[in-house]
């Protein structure tokens, strides 16, 4: 009967689940939302499907632990070297706003001074999972409010570590254990690890990482500290190894399953009749929350230097209670530091919080152009005074990989050129080098003005924000209707809203890869190049019309098929090692061996050749090669079997 049970327990939480993570998937709504959802539905709170809630917390920890697992073996050194400024600066100050304001806030309920701190530790952490997943399908990780909030959260993550061992309060014993763990285990690990990978049985790979994470997870829960204090330090050890990657991807299934558990778990935790009767308190709460946490984040953010707006748009971002904010209040509780109605309270506005983020994400940038655009903003740095010089020049938006690159090619060529960014570090490191950069956020009209935006010839967009890159695109062509307004866009569907803005031309990163790879293609079965170059400006045309919206039958023009069909004509440089050097055309019996014929031989560039069969051949000399695009391939392999000539299609 038990076997029964747990069976039907096991199909009810998977079953909805699924339906309400496809539900979730139809509406656009996070995953996480859709999994809380359904723990309200089948929990003891709701249709009762589910009577053993202890049961499904089981697997919820296992989740967690090897949520926090993988979030250590992600941990390297590189990524937080990038990150640094944001992760200890911005991480730091917003956790120490958030915290002292969530305390304050606390001591209304909280049965004591600790009992309140404690509340404001689990107040400052944010969802890394919800956070990065919309952030990550919305395409602004690489925006600057995406790099900020990365920073933030990445801190959050490793903040939960001292959080949750400050919360016994057994620090002493806690840090000699670790360090005991750490030594052991940072010796150990290596050698293990190199023993398994010479085995190659990949089951004894994953279940190895699986086995130090839950060891060292029981290890920790045994010494009176949390067992996801364990799984983290785990990670940190194996994320050390050169085989890290590998068990990051074998464990990445795991984790979801178990860590879909949790957030149903959290649902169904959650009093509905608790959250019905208190209805108007637990609003208000999560009200002033949301506002402690956008004043924290805000602020560390302004003070790294960004504008007002992005500073906004990341605190919004970050204006939720996260999952390991649940952890947190189980150990909480454990330990006395929160009664059952405080948990109960914080548990509803923390889930509140979660389900009003995606919400936050979406209306944030929107909120804060309005905002910003009523109350101006200040700046860090100042931005430059007008230059009436610039006259004809090349405006760059963003500096990052290709903006820097742009602006180099640019001076190379003596173009003259300014770029504008909105990150005060990117800026000052140019600046340095000569770059004719400007801090400012190109949203705003003065920042352009300054930039002599109205004078300029070509402004580009070389920026991921597509709600900047709009707002910018509507202020250039307000204040220049003849300049060139280029723009880069990850995604096709945006594409109209992006011309309706004003764009000249419109740079598809996924299309533009497509036609490199079909470019390549073509090179390879030496269809001429004027034949390639037509059929790009076709796939080009019309913001790609041709790769949009395909009709029925092929995109390729007929030129394309015809030249494929067809037989083709290459070059064929003659290299010193080519067994060519020296030989008579008659002698190499090309023809023979190969099917291509040599129809003229290009010699200094200045004479064209016939191909007498007697004529003999030195290194510099072009032949040219005719056949179909087989035997053109084994001429240039037999010609030159180390390969090392040098084919240039003729078109």
């Known amino acids: 009967m038990q076997i029964d049970s747990f069976l039907l327990e096991a199909i009810a939480v998977l079953g909805t689940a699924v339906a309400m993570v496809f539900l979730s998937a139809r509406l656009r709504v996070p995953t996480v939302v859709g999994l809380i ?6 929990g003891p709170f709701g249709l009762a499907l589910v009577h053993d809630v202890e049961r499904v917390e089981v697997f919820a920890e296992i989740g967690v632990v090897l949520l926090l697992f993988i979030i250590g073996l992600e941990l390297n050194t590189t990524q937080l070297r990038h990150l640094r400024r944001p992760l200890l600066i911005g991480g730091s100050v917003q956790a120490l706003i958030t915290v002292i304001a969530a305390s304050a806030l606390a001591v209304w309920w909280a049965p004591s001074a600790r009992g309140a701190l404690f509340a404001g530790m689990v107040v400052a952490l944010s969802s890394t999972a919800v956070v990065l997943k919309l952030y990550d399908e919305r395409r602004e ?7 900020a909030v990365l920073g933030i959260l990445l801190f959050q993550d490793l903040l939960i570590v001292p959080f949750i061992v400050l919360t016994p309060l057994r620090f002493g014993g806690a840090l000699a254990a670790i360090a005991g763990i ?11 690890l190199h023993q398994v990978v010479r085995v190659r049985v990949r089951e004894l790979f994953v279940m190895t990482g699986l086995v130090s994470c839950l060891s060292l997870a029981w290890l920790t829960h045994s010494l009176g500290l949390s067992m996801a204090l364990g799984a983290f330090l785990a990670g940190i050890l194996v994320s050390e190894s050169e085989y890290s990657h590998q068990i990051v991807a074998d464990i990445l299934p795991f984790r979801d399953v178990f860590a879909s558990l949790f957030f149903v778990s959290i649902g169904m935790l959650v009093d509905l009749g608790f ?3 208190n209805l108007g308190m637990l609003l208000a709460l999560t009200a002033l929350v949301i506002a402690i946490k956008v004043l924290g984040a805000g602020t560390a953010v302004r003070l790294l230097g960004y504008p007002l707006r992005i500073s906004l748009v990341a605190g919004l971002s970050l204006a939720q209670i996260g999952e390991f904010s649940f952890v947190l209040m189980e150990v909480g509780a454990e330990h006395g530091l929160l009664a059952p109605r405080g948990f109960q ?5 923390a889930v509140l919080t979660l389900l009003a983020t995606p919400l936050l994400i979406r209306i944030g940038p929107s909120l804060a152009q309005r905002f910003t655009s009523q109350t101006g903003s200040r700046r860090s740095i100042e931005p430059a005074a007008a230059d009436d010089s610039l006259v004809a020049h090349v405006i760059v938006v963003g500096y990052g990989v290709s903006g820097s690159l742009l602006c180099k090619v640019l001076s190379e060529a003596h173009i003259q050129h300014v770029a504008i960014d909105v990150n005060p570090e990117i800026v000052r490191s140019a600046q340095r080098e000569g770059v004719p950069i400007r801090f400012g956020d190109a949203t705003r009209l003065e920042i352009l003005q300054r930039a002599g935006v109205e004078r300029a010839q070509v402004v580009v967009f070389a920026i991921s924000d597509v709600r900047a890159v709009l707002r910018g695109l509507r202020l250039a062509r307000q204040e220049n209707r003849s300049a060139a307004l280029l723009v880069r866009t990850p995604q096709v569907k945006e594409i109209p809203e992006l011309r309706a803005a004003g764009a000249s031309e419109v740079i598809a990163e996924e299309f533009e890869s497509a036609i490199a790879i079909f470019t390549r293609v073509l090179e390879h079965y030496h269809v001429p190049r004027n034949v390639v170059r037509a059929q790009n400006r076709a796939l080009r045309g019309d913001d790609y019309h041709l790769l ?7 995109a390729v023009s007929e030129a394309v098929l015809a030249a494929l069909q067809q037989g083709t004509a290459d070059l064929y440089r003659v290299a010193e090692t080519s067994r060519a050097v020296g ?3 008659r002698a190499l019996e090309l023809r023979r061996i190969t099917g291509a014929s040599v ?3 290009i010699r200094d560039q200045e004479s064209f050749t016939n191909p007498s069969p007697d004529l003999e051949l030195a290194a510099g000399d072009q032949l040219v090669l005719v056949g179909d695009h087989q035997q053109v391939e084994q001429a240039f392999e037999y010609l030159d079997e180390q390969a090392i000539g040098q084919p240039g299609t003729m078109s």
């Open 599 to 601: 129809i003229a031989v």
């Open 275 to 277: 959250a019905r009767e």
């Open 345 to 349: 309270t914080l548990l509803t506005v």
């Open 583 to 585: 030989c008579s055309l």
């Open 548 to 554: 949009r919206a395909p009709e029925p039958g092929s």
């Open 37 to 42: 959802i359904t723990g309200f539905v089948i």
């Open 141 to 147: 990780i690489r925006t600057p409010q995406g790099r």
């Open 182 to 192: 750490v030594l052991a285990a940072w010796f150990l690990m290596p050698y293990v």
